[in-house]
T-cell receptor, first 116, second 112 residues
Framework: DVKVTQSSRYLVKRTGEKVFLECVQDMDHENMFWYRQDPGLGLRLIYF???????EKGDIPEGYSVSREKKERFSLILESASTNQTSMYLC???????????????FGPGTRLLVL | KQEVTQIPAALSVPEGENLVLNCSFT??????LQWFRQDPGKGLTSLLLIQSSQREQTSGRLNASLDKSSGRSTLYIAASQPGDSATYLC???????????FGAGTRLFVKA
């Protein structure tokens, strides 16, 4: 079974702090994704990576950066946390690119971040 | 603009009832449509994936249909159980950029 783990389930940070969210997958997947999930808005893509050291902006990259130094690990960085970044953050991975026949994304349990 | 909409936002039914969750999407240029389940405070689990060339997929008590021309999909749950209580999300992967758009979900509560 594919396993995607996230470093924290709950996190409380103060405005202006630098925040690191870590995601690790154990299935040698090429692609990894970071989403945020807010009530009534569904999941929105922040960044994704299709290879080590490669990254692409998603729909809402402002205020975030990412790092992928190793294939299994994809980090989301909030450079200076703000209250509007309070949200549920979900990491996902996939072997092939979305849209390739039968391909699906595997999700981690999520990190619920509160910025005070 | 590519959008995925799910109606209703929440649904409460008695145990044993058959029910239908709806998903509508703009733009028929899709690779696939997928239904996910999300339990409270947890990540998403894939339930069914329908390729754009397919009309439906079935898994146990679940049946998902796809009508690309009308931009609609339904998830049919037969003989609902309390363990089916969760949020169900619809996700559409569009061609041209391989973008996956998620709906906001339908929160289902099945009463024992």
């Amino acid at each position: 079974d594919v396993k995607v783990t996230q470093s924290s389930r709950y996190l409380v940070k103060r405005t202006g702090e630098k925040v690191f969210l870590e995601c690790v997958q154990d299935m040698d997947h090429e692609n990894m994704f970071w989403y945020r999930q807010d009530p009534g808005l569904g999941l929105r893509l922040i960044y994704f990576s299709y290879d080590v050291k490669m990254k692409e902006k998603g729909d809402i990259p402002e205020g975030y950066s990412v790092s992928r130094e190793k294939k299994e690990r994809f980090s989301l960085i909030l450079e200076s946390a703000s209250t509007n970044q309070t949200s549920m953050y979900l990491c996902a991975s996939s072997l092939l690119f979305p849209g390739v026949k039968g391909e699906t994304q595997y999700f981690g349990p999520g990190t619920r971040l509160l910025v005070l | 603009k590519q959008e995925v909409t799910q109606i209703p936002a929440a649904l409460s039914v008695p145990e044993g009832e058959n029910l239908v969750l709806n998903c509508s999407f703009t733009d028929s240029a899709i690779y696939n449509l997928q239904w996910f389940r999300q339990d409270p405070g947890k990540g998403l689990t894939s339930l069914l994936l329908i390729q754009s060339s397919q009309r439906e997929q079935t898994s146990g008590r679940l049946n998902a249909s796809l009508d690309k021309s009308s931009g609609r999909s339904t998830l049919y749950i037969a003989a609902s159980q309390p363990g089916d209580s969760a949020t169900y999300l619809c996700a559409v992967t569009y061609t041209g950029g391989f973008k996956t758009i998620f709906g906001a979900g339908t929160r289902l509560f099945v009463k024992a």
